[in-house]
Nanobody, 124 residues
Framework: QVHLVESGGGLVQAGESLRLSCAAS????????MGWFRQAPGKDRDFVGS????????YYSDSVKGRFTISRDNAKATVYLQMNSMKPEDTAVYYC?????????????????WGQGTQVTVSS
């Protein structure tokens, strides 16, 4: 069983930055890709971005490309989501998830374990 704990959420103003962290335990972290998703009230859970098992490859949704950056520290079994130039439409609960292989894309079914989520609110 994999346990994921997100942290770093909060309230920011438009244009500001925030960094989320996701600490993992229960499986060899460096063997798997990691992903970030978000879900706004009344909407589906959407892909934000993913990072390969060794951090060598990243993939982002068009809505965050150029503003958000995913990184990972395999020694700390932690993945990060740096969010810059934030917009009110970034408001959502953010979830990290473990991929099922060394590379994972944008589909929910490419991920098998999920964190509990952390709220991010961007005011205008």
């Amino acid at each position: 069983q994999v346990h994921l704990v997100e942290s770093g959420g909060g309230l920011v103003q438009a244009g500001e930055s925030l960094r989320l962290s996701c600490a993992a335990s229960g499986r060899t972290f460096s063997y798997y890709a990691m992903g970030w998703f978000r879900q706004a009230p009344g909407k589906d859970r959407d892909f934000v971005g993913s990072i390969s098992y060794n951090g060598g490859s990243t993939y982002y949704s068009d809505s965050v490309k150029g503003r958000f950056t995913i990184s990972r520290d395999n020694a700390k079994a932690t993945v990060y989501l740096q969010m810059n130039s934030m917009k009110p439409e970034d408001t959502a609960v953010y979830y990290c998830a473990t991929g099922t292989t060394i590379y994972s894309g944008s589909s929910l079914n490419e991920y098998d374990f999920w964190g509990q989520g952390t709220q991010v609110t961007v005011s205008s």
